[in-house]
């Protein structure tokens, strides 16, 4: 198909992604770990690891792993938030020839086996934190190997023992595994041991992602070697317009405020830092957000990956306001839709507008993205990247014309090999000639730019008429009074379903009627909510997502029981 949105792209980039300096991610990592050997990698509760010091552990670590008995392609889960041990652990299990398993370390014990006996791990390097879940569930699935991991772990001997002291006080539930193996034992135990280096190929698995898993049974998006090199390679090529722009002496400092384990920090902080030798500042809880701005104050930080939730609560925050942004490059925003009214306040303290993308776990994060030189938020997100083609699709797969909306189907290197162990899923989502369907509907435009509208499975319909919940949060967000909303269908004898809106006030003396009547000149009459209710707060996902379906249900339930 023709990629006329190449002409849109901004000078430099180019139009395919180039691998052939690598036959896996692991190459990639192990150049990094030579060429910046000194440099700052990550930087956690005030504690640096060089890249250096990652090579060392992460060697180490794979040792002890490969002397377990583990076989080449074994499943080797990572439970943990983003603490020092997260990049030594992936690195570890890539490099002894293995597949890494992100998982969410906030899992509730039936999502946990879920995943465990998806996979098929067989062992876990896991935070003690949650090793009470672990404890729970174990008996009921393959893994046979534990490590675990405590939060002072590599944090120097004396703040290391602080730090455990008082997170075990507070932070630790009571558990018993009694075959565990603590990680520092795990990583001397294998010191010196000859860690035999894989015969890679690109197409082998490097990542079992699993699918957020708001709509059923989570399921995992196989990401080999080559989707995500190609994913680091091509955000690399898409960032040097920016770095060209406003140039950053030695290496580019990321804020890592979202969690390792999701595949959009995963590439886009910890990956992409690593190529291009800079370092992350690792913010193991992103919800405490007085903490996260007196982490970062200590810093002078170039990059900031964030979703729309937590850019909302930083612009809120009135000492993030007092940070120096005088090196300040860019923002990237994604995993849901930035609000204009979030991304004008971000601009205004930041200098920088957000430069917003569009993604999914099944094709190892972004796909398309706005220009990252551009001066302004500009509502969409952006042109397909480097050797991504994307087709706007009818119901029956038919391209639909520029202009129209339809679900966005998306092909190139980055999709992944397919759903693990599950080729029915597969093959549902593939279409014959290699598109992934995304589920998600959008509209292109002339110059290639893409705008999402929503989700299919979100849309409401009133009385016949197609209303996206996207459009009317951005509106209600607009409102002085308000924090964050949620819009979801819900039950109408009348039309089918109608519109209930959930808000999180920022006023506490904000009413429905002022908002319905704030709404009336620019919603029109069907998308208007007809129901309005106030929260203290809105489920979320770990990333930062709105949880709509659990509003959507709740709401359902409340309609019928009436």
């Not at 992460?58 to 002397?67: E, P, T």
């Not at 370092?279 to 007196?294: A, E, F, Q, T, W």
């Amino acid at each position: 198909m023709e990629r006329f949105w190449l002409k849109s792209y901004p000078q430099g980039v180019p139009a395919d992604v180039d691998t052939n300096g690598y036959d896996s991610l692991v190459a990639m990592i192990e150049e990094s770990f030579v060429k910046f050997r000194d440099r700052p990698a990550y930087v956690c509760m005030g504690k640096s690891m060089t890249y250096g010091d990652i090579d060392k552990y992460s060697r180490d670590l794979a040792g002890y792993l490969v002397g377990l008995g583990l076989q080449r392609g074994d499943r080797v889960a990572i439970m943990m938030p983003n603490v020092l041990q997260y990049p030594v652990a992936v690195a570890a299990v890539l490099r002894a020839g293995f597949i890494a398993v992100n998982v969410n370390p906030l899992y509730t014990p039936r999502e946990l086996e879920h995943q465990m006996k998806d996979s098929g791990a067989k062992a876990i390097i896991i935070l003690e934190n949650f090793a009470n879940t672990l404890q729970q569930i174990v008996a009921r699935t393959q893994i046979e190997h534990i490590v675990l991991a405590s939060m002072g772990d590599l944090l120097g001997m004396v703040k290391g023992a602080i730090v455990n002291f008082v997170v075990r006080r507070k932070m630790v539930p009571p558990f018993s595994l009694p075959k565990a193996v603590a990680f520092n034992k795990a990583v001397a135990a294998g010191a010196g041991k000859t860690v035999p280096r894989p015969a890679f190929k690109k197409d082998d698995i490097a990542v079992l992602q699993y699918t957020g898993g708001t709509t059923g049974l989570a399921k995992g998006a196989s990401l080999s070697h080559g989707a995500i090199l190609s994913a680091v390679i091509a955000s690399d090529y898409w960032l040097q317009p920016a770095l060209k722009r406003k140039p950053v002496e030695g290496g580019v400092i990321y804020v890592c405020a979202l969690p390792l384990y999701h595949v959009y920090a995963f590439v886009n902080c910890s990956l992409m830092a690593m190529r291009a030798g800079g370092s992350c500042i690792l913010i193991p809880n992103p919800r405490d957000i007085p903490g996260l701005v007196k982490e970062i104050s200590k810093y002078t930080f170039h990059f900031f990956p964030a979703v729309n939730t937590l850019f909302n609560a930083l612009v809120h925050n009135p000492d993030f306001a007092k940070l120096d942004f005088s090196k300040f490059v860019s923002s990237t925003g994604g995993g849901a839709a930035v609000q204009e009214s979030v991304a004008r306040k971000w601009a205004e303290i930041t200098g920088a507008p957000i430069v917003e993308g569009y993604g999914l776990s099944e094709t190892c994060s972004g796909i398309t993205c706005n220009p990252a030189d551009i001066k302004e938020f500009t509502g969409t997100v952006g042109l397909p990247m480097p050797g991504v083609e994307i087709r706007i699709a009818d119901d029956d797969g038919v391209s639909v014309p520029l202009g129209q909306s339809g679900e966005v189907l998306i092909r190139g290197p980055q999709v992944m090999s397919g759903y693990w162990g599950q080729p029915q899923e597969t093959a549902k989502a593939m279409t014959s000639d290699g598109f992934f369907k995304s589920g998600d509907i959008g509209v292109m435009d002339e110059r290639g730019y893409l705008r999402i509208v929503d989700r299919k499975k979100d849309m409401i319909l009133v009385s016949g008429f197609n209303v996206y919940p996207n459009e009317v949060e951005a509106v209600v967000a607009e409102h002085p009074g308000v924090l964050e909303c949620a819009a979801v269908g819900t039950p109408d004898a009348r039309t089918g379903e109608a519109v209930q809106l959930f808000v999180v006030r920022k006023d506490p003396n904000l009413s429905a009627d002022d908002l319905k009547n704030f709404l009336k000149g620019q919603l029109t009459g069907y998308k208007q909510p007809q129901r309005i209710e106030f929260r203290e707060a809105l489920p979320k996902t770990n990333v930062g997502k709105i949880l709509r379906r659990e509003l959507r249900d709740e709401a359902i339930r409340d309609v019928r029981s009436s």
